[in-house]
């Protein structure tokens, strides 16, 4: 089993992404050699997740990360930066384009070149989370392009074929060891 267990649940943020960080520095500082990153998440903020993701693959430790009931989005991210990657029997996978949220009272206008600007912005990220989900699969980034176009839900045994997953295990923490929670 890992030194470390962090259970990540919620949405990925600066606030929970944030605390992901301190925690796991802070126990890589005080000598431990392994992490099992428990999550289930709805997905959130690209940035962030990718924050964690670029934190996790540069730790130098081994990183075991665990679907304990469905990871969506930019979660998909954070999940693949595990070494091991393990799914609950009944978890669940979401993979899906990139959006892009308007803040705004009421009606906005938005001139064109902010658009293009803002479609700009929403394919880099797209195609950089299809890089990171190709690279960690094993899958052709065209297709990864593909299945977010299309969004695709994935059950734990379709995940294993499509190389998000290594192996389906229900069991995930060492009941004798400390689980830090971290909710966003």
């Known amino acids: ?42 997905g959130g903020e690209v940035y ?25 989005s930019i979660g998909g991210a954070i999940y693949v930066a595990g070494d091991k990657r393990l799914c609950v ?24 070149k902010q658009l293009r600007e803002n479609l700009t912005q929403v394919e880099r990220e797209r195609d950089g989370l299809a890089a990171i989900l190709a690279d960690r699969t094993g899958r052709q980034i065209d297709d990864v392009r593909s299945d977010m176009t299309q969004t695709r839900i994935l059950d734990s045994g379709e995940a294993m074929t499509y190389g998000l997953v290594h192996a389906i295990a229900d069991d995930v923490f060492d ?9 966003g």
């Open 48 to 72: 962030w997740g990718v924050t964690a993701y670029n934190f996790l693959r540069g730790l130098g430790i081994e990183v075991v990360t665990h679907n304990v009931g469905q990871v969506d």
């Open 1 to 42: 089993m890992a030194d470390t267990q962090i259970m990540l649940t919620g949405n990925i943020n600066q606030q929970s992404v944030g605390q992901l960080l301190a925690n796991v520095t802070e126990r890589v500082g005080a000598g431990s050699r392994s992490l099992l990153l428990a999550i289930s998440t709805p």
């Open 175 to 183: 009941p004798a060891q400390e689980i830090v929670n971290i909710s």
């Open 89 to 112: 029997s009944r978890g669940r996978f979401l993979v899906h384009s990139i959006s892009w949220n308007y803040q705004a009272m009421g009606t906005i206008a938005v001139p064109e």
